[in-house]
């Protein structure tokens, strides 16, 4: 629709996870109206980022050194390990003070559709840091959608013979949620977890 290179910056933008053809647009035309001086300081953090970040070589988590601040702190317990798909999980965990566990990031998640098996995730990574026997509790924090059930149904059956506990993060109705508004899942999973009170 634009010519060269504005077009390309779109079609490149378009490629970004949750933007589309109108953002890209938008965006794109922002950076055209910024000054000189942002857009080259978003140009130079961008290659920055590509050249230092890395990914933790224990959990694999994204780190600016071979091992992330959570695989380096004392404090941390290796006897508890949350497997999550992305980094930005480790964040949402992390905001709620609670787990002083360790982490294990598998990268993903089961999608035969989009073609992504259990060899493409981090999930021999992770039967290796199990090989030590300080683990007594795998948590299985992912999402709660098709692909996340997948995965959550094989490591618990790759799990299974080992001594370990297993466990899911409970699901069901947000807090102000109404009962019309759940799906399917959702209030079946409520009334799976249904506590005593």
Excluded at 106 to 134: C, T, V, Y
């Amino acid at each position: 629709m634009y010519e060269g290179i504005v077009q390309d910056l779109i079609d490149e933008l378009g490629k970004l996870p949750g933007i589309g053809p109108k953002s890209a647009q938008r965006i794109a035309f922002h950076l055209l109206d910024a000054d000189e001086a942002s857009v080259r300081r978003l140009a130079e953090v961008l290659v920055t980022v590509k050249e230092t970040v890395r990914f933790c070589e224990i959990c694999g988590n994204v780190s600016a050194s071979e091992t992330c601040r959570i695989c380096s702190d004392p404090r941390r317990t290796e006897a508890v390990i949350c497997v999550v798909e992305e980094s930005k999980d480790i964040v949402a965990i992390e905001r709620i003070r609670e787990f002083k566990g360790r982490y294990h990031v598998l990268g993903g998640a089961i999608d035969p559709i989009g073609g992504i098996g259990p060899n493409d995730l981090r999930i021999k990574e992770l039967m290796a840091r199990l090989g030590s026997g300080e683990t007594q509790e795998i948590i299985l924090a992912l999402d709660p959608n098709i692909e996340g059930e997948a995965t959550a149904s094989y490591l618990s059956r790759l799990l299974q013979p080992m001594d370990i506990t297993v466990t899911r993060l409970a699901s069901g109705l947000p807090v102000g949620g109404d009962l019309d508004y759940a799906d399917e899942m959702t209030l079946g999973r409520a009334f799976t977890g249904r506590q005593t009170v």
